[in-house]
Antibody, heavy 124, light 110 residues
Framework: EVRLVESGGGLVQPGRSLRLSCSTS????????MHWVRQAPGKGLEWVSSIGWKSANIGYAASVKGRFTISRDNAKNSLYLDMNSLRVEDTALYYCAKDRAIFGVVIGSYFESWGQGTLLTVSS | QSALTQPRSVSGSPGQSVTISCTGT?????????VSWYQHHPAKAPKLMIY???RRPSGVPDRFSASKSGNTASLNISGLQTEDEADYYC??????????FGTGTKVTVL
């Protein structure tokens, strides 16, 4: 069974940094592209970032580009999102998602399996 | 990267059909056949319902169908059931390894 567990959320002040993690099991992590999607309170889903299976292809939403960095550690079956210069508008539930296709290169990706999310609150 | 436009809400009685539109631009929906739809019940993880414009993952009922014409994609739910009440989001590839979701549609079963 595919399992994705996000962690690292919490309350942080504007301008500070934080790292989110996504621990996975039940599939060969290194073979799949992975993604971060967020949902602000009362708002819709927003794609944040994606990383290909070889880490060669990476994409960011314009709203986080230059501030967030996605990475993966295939040996630890884990996905990360390093977030700098956090803003109030980054407050959201952050989901980790597994790509549908094996050996995905972040073109034509679909978010097949999702975690339960980790809540980030940016507030002074 | 503006969100794709969806109606805020649609509703129907059990057994009826509803259609949700998803309007993008020639830079996303209109330029790629990488359109998907997600069902999201409150406090649960979103679920992939449709990919590649109109393909259903294993386990998704064939009551769910979808299509695309130009810059607009559509999701149709026929034979509406109470468990279909949820938020639905479209999503499209928008080039350069980026994606964009729709604004979301709340489906209410009357």
């Amino acid at each position: 069974e595919v399992r994705l567990v996000e962690s690292g959320g919490g309350l942080v002040q504007p301008g500070r940094s934080l790292r989110l993690s996504c621990s996975t099991s039940g599939f060969t992590f290194g073979d799949y592209a992975m993604h971060w999607v967020r949902q602000a309170p009362g708002k819709g889903l927003e794609w944040v970032s994606s990383i290909g299976w070889k880490s060669a292809n990476i994409g960011y939403a314009a709203s986080v580009k230059g501030r967030f960095t996605i990475s993966r550690d295939n040996a630890k079956n884990s996905l990360y999102l390093d977030m700098n210069s956090l803003r109030v508008e980054d407050t959201a539930l952050y989901y980790c998602a597994k790509d549908r296709a094996i050996f995905g290169v972040v073109i034509g990706s679909y978010f097949e399996s999702w975690g339960q999310g980790t809540l980030l609150t940016v507030s002074s | 990267q503006s969100a794709l436009t969806q109606p805020r809400s649609v509703s129907g009685s059990p057994g009826q059909s509803v259609t949700i539109s998803c309007t993008g631009t020639s830079s996303d929906v209109g330029n790629y056949n990488y359109v998907s739809w997600y069902q999201h019940h409150p406090a649960k993880a979103p679920k992939l319902m449709i990919y590649d414009i109109n393909r259903r993952p294993s386990g998704v009922p064939d009551r769910f169908s979808a299509s695309k014409s130009g810059n607009t994609a559509s999701l149709n739910i026929s034979g509406l059931q109470t468990e279909d009440e949820a938020d639905y989001y479209c999503c499209s590839y928008s080039g350069s390894y980026t994606y964009v979701f729709g604004t979301g549609t709340k489906v209410t079963v009357l």
